[in-house]
């Protein structure tokens, strides 16, 4: 472990130890950009399947019904709502706006979040 | 004697960085060996009074005149770290009253500015003065941040290329067959190496450890080392330096330096100054005093408490009536022991003052023809050294 | 007069010479009363005298003495020792991070304050410079036109607890940037804007706002960033209509 600043030093930007929310908003943040990064390029992988012809595609969604994929889609949307939310809150605050309250507002965002999806978590285990 | 004489200074603190400043404008090459970093001695814990000298008037009119003359000289040279608003001198009780005739004439002996006040103006200068203020005296004190005035010393000194080699510990002096002091031999705390620095003059600027290093040489100096506790509250209660109006005793400057006022100071002998653990008998009886003249800081939290050992010169007497001014010694004349001379004693408002005497000793000495010039120079930044 | 005192294990990091680090462990008996600081320079005055570690003034305005105390940035001078572990437990003491080690708890800063030079930042200002504009903390109750020494005491854990810094050896750091603020309002010279309005100036910063966090001297540096870049913009804004 190097003292001096250098790019091989990221994988720390995910320590959370002894830091406190903003740092965690910073985290989350880039763990859901990976998170959705991933997200994409399965899609594009799940998509391509339309090019083997009707009945591979009929099969993938026929797995996609499977209630592990269905956890996995939420922490989709997880990732999405979070990833929204803390960004508008980071767009804001990196012009002086609500600065001061930087904490607050990603506790309450996140506990918007929370809300968003435990509305989607029932729709989609429970029905509409 | 070589085209330019090498001085090595011991001591990174007020002393050693101005000496340093002095005789790299006089065009000596300079060696300045520390053990610890710039300032970590006493110089670094002083609460940062800059001196108008009023309160050594009375007492100690050499002491007085030296602060009010180097106060107005720092601020001149140093304006980059010094917070300058002016102190006040306060009388809370009838005792303190009848130290004001004394004051007055002591500080027009020094040539002081002094400005009559009444406890209620004062109050409305400061209204977290204590309300029973009777009488107060303006003075032009000041406050300065400590470990940057040494930097900036230290950096003037480096841009006419002074060497500072802090974590180098002095372990013993270098003297040849005639007495004379040629060197120093010096542990690298950063890697563990010896070796051994020469020159043409070594300068002791140790302060509280001067003797210590003089011992080396089997040589001495009348130094007595005077520990004092100093406090610092989370509050800046006053925007001025505050004093008791009465002769020096504990806890009677209250000094505001950024958010904190600090307090200061108590006096009490020591024989191992490395490191003194804070007595808190100590700040409880100076707080008791501080909290006097400014009640409000009963409430407010104490951030952080600490000692500061000061270099006493000897005059034979207990505690308090120790001179508060400084001195150079000659080993020479003392052991005839050359090349080696010692600065020590004063106060950070006079340092600039010590260099001026310190380099003049060891132009003296070397046979050097040259001015002091560090009344009007201006320092540099004190970021400046940290520059590689 | 019986003070308490604890036993508490000091885990001190020790380099020298670009050597690995070394952990090496003191056993020390100290009143929690006492700082971090004063446990250090006990171990160097009693126990090792090749312990090399800054210091200067005891009372947090000189910044000297900043290190990570149980990996969190802290102003050792002013930090208690009772604040940061128990009787019977250990205080892992080490330098700063994201600065190189030169020995020891000693980095080097020389970097660090060539940008704050270069951020035109000066020590003292008026009291309402001083202070941020929503902290009425040391204005002055009286009338009067006062100077302090600012809040900044250019300590540099800002720039230790910063994953830009943590990553990047050229970005200015939060310490630097909060310094161009603070001067941008007191002169508007608009070089500093300029100085700013770079890559690894204002816009590196990535919002982890874990500099304000360890500030020990209510500076702010997060909120100062972001005015910074409020005043960037606006000033790229007006040049556009200047054309």
Redesign the interface.
């Known amino acids: 472990m190097s003292n001096h600043p250098t790019p091989s030093n990221f994988w720390r930007w995910f320590d959370p130890r002894n830091r406190q929310i903003g740092y965690w908003a910073f985290i989350l943040n880039r763990i859901t950009a990976l998170g959705l990064t991933l997200y994409l390029l399965l899609h594009l992988i799940a998509l391509s399947q339309l090019s083997q012809g009707a009945a591979a595609f009929n099969s993938f969604i026929a797995m996609a019904k499977n209630p592990v994929f269905k956890v996995g889609e939420l922490l989709v949307i997880a990732a999405g709502v979070i990833h929204g939310l803390n960004g508008i809150r980071i767009a804001l605050t990196s012009f002086g706006i609500g600065t001061r309250y930087q904490k607050q507002s990603f506790l309450a965002l996140m506990a918007v979040a929370l809300l968003i999806l435990f509305w989607f978590g029932q729709i989609m285990f429970f029905g509409e | 004697m070589p085209d330019q004489p090498h001085a090595i200074i011991i001591g990174a603190g007020f002393t050693g960085c101005a000496t340093a400043h002095d005789l790299t404008l006089r065009g000596f090459k300079v060696t300045v060996l520390e053990r610890?970093?710039?300032?970590?001695g006493t110089?670094?814990?002083t609460?940062?009074l800059l001196h108008s000298g009023a309160r050594y008037c009375v007492s100690e009119a050499e002491a007085g005149i030296e602060c009010i003359d180097e106060n107005i000289f720092l601020r001149k040279i140093a304006?980059?770290?010094?917070?300058?608003?002016g102190g006040l001198f306060v009388a809370l009780n009838e005792a303190d009253v009848a130290y004001a005739p004394r004051f007055i004439e002591g500080a027009h002996a020094c040539h002081i500015p002094v400005e009559e006040l009444t406890g209620k103006a004062a109050l409305?200068?400061?209204?977290n003065l204590n309300p029973k203020v009777l009488l107060a005296y303006l003075v032009p004190d000041g406050?300065f941040?400590?470990?940057?005035l040494?930097l900036a010393f230290a950096a003037s000194a480096k841009q006419r290329g002074a060497q500072f080699w802090p974590?180098h510990?002095v372990k013993g002096l270098v003297i040849d067959g005639q007495k004379q002091v040629r060197g120093v031999r010096v542990w690298d705390?950063?890697?563990?190496k010896e070796f051994e620095v020469r020159g043409d003059m070594l300068v002791n600027a140790t302060g509280v450890w001067a003797g210590e290093i003089a011992a080396m040489g089997n040589t001495s100096v009348p130094l007595k080392q005077t520990p004092g506790v100093?406090v610092?509250f989370d509050q800046?209660a006053t925007?001025r330096v505050i004093n008791r109006l009465n002769e020096p005793g504990d806890g009677d400057i209250i000094i505001?330096?950024?958010?904190?006022a600090?307090i200061g100071t108590t006096s009490f002998e020591a024989t191992d100054v490395?490191?003194i653990?804070?007595l808190?008998?100590q700040v409880r009886q100076m707080n008791t005093e501080a909290f006097e003249l400014l009640p409000i800081l009963r409430q407010a939290h104490m951030?952080?408490a600490?000692m500061?050992a000061r270099p006493l010169i000897d005059s034979s007497e207990e505690g308090r009536s120790l001179s508060r001014t400084f001195k150079c010694y000659d080993h020479q004349e003392i052991s005839g022991l050359g090349g080696f001379v010692t600065i020590t004693g004063g106060k950070a408002t006079t340092c600039r003052g010590m260099a001026e005497k310190t380099a003049d000793l060891v132009c003296q000495k070397l046979g050097v023809r040259a001015e002091c010039q560090t009344r009007d120079v201006v320092l540099s930044?004190y970021?400046?050294?940290?520059?590689? | 007069?019986n003070?308490e005192k604890w036993k508490v294990t000091f885990v001190v990091s020790r380099q020298?010479?670009q050597e690995p680090r070394l952990y090496q462990s003191f056993q020390l008996e100290i009143?929690p009363?006492?700082?971090v600081l004063?446990g250090v320079?006990?171990i160097?005055?009693?126990h090792d005298?090749?312990l090399?570690y800054?210091?200067?003034?005891?009372?947090?305005?000189?910044?000297?003495c900043g290190m990570l105390v149980n990996g969190v940035e802290k102003l050792t001078?002013?930090t208690s020792i009772r604040s940061v572990t128990h009787n019977g437990g250990t205080l892992k003491v080490e330098p700063l991070r994201n600065f190189a080690v030169?020995?020891d708890l000693?980095v080097d800063?020389?970097n660090?304050?060539?940008h704050?030079?270069a951020a035109q930042f000066?020590?003292?200002a008026s009291?309402a410079q001083a202070a941020l504009p929503h902290d009425a903390?040391?204005r002055?109750?009286?009338d009067?036109e006062?100077?302090?020494?600012?809040?900044c005491?250019e300590c540099g854990l800002c720039v230790s607890a910063c994953p830009s810094a943590l990553t990047s050896e050229t970005y200015y750091g939060p310490a630097v940037l909060a310094a161009a603020q603070q001067a941008f309002n007191q002169s508007k010279n608009s070089a500093l804007i300029h100085f700013a309005d770079q890559h690894d100036g204002a816009w590196g910063c990535h919002s982890a706002y874990e500099c304000s966090a360890v500030c020990p001297?209510?500076v702010d540096p997060a909120w100062r960033i972001m005015d910074l870049r409020k005043k960037t913009l606006a000033y790229r804004i007006k040049q556009l209509f200047r054309k």
């Open positions: 610890g970093e710039i300032a970590s110089s670094g814990r609460h940062g304006k980059q770290c010094i917070e300058f608003n409305r200068l400061e209204p406050v941040d400590p470990l940057r040494a974590y510990q705390r950063t890697s563990g100093m610092a800046r925007q505001p330096q950024r958010r904190m600090v490395d490191y653990p804070v808190k008998e951030r952080g600490y500061s930044s970021r400046d050294y940290y520059q590689n | 007069m003070v020298k010479n009143d009363d006492e700082y004063d320079e006990r160097w005055a009693f005298r090749s090399t800054r210091h200067a003034c005891h009372h947090s305005t000189c910044g000297a001078c002013i030169v020995s000693v800063m020389s660090f304050y060539t704050l030079e000066g020590q003292v009291l903390d040391t002055s109750v009286t009067g006062f100077e302090r020494l600012v809040d005491i001297s209510n």
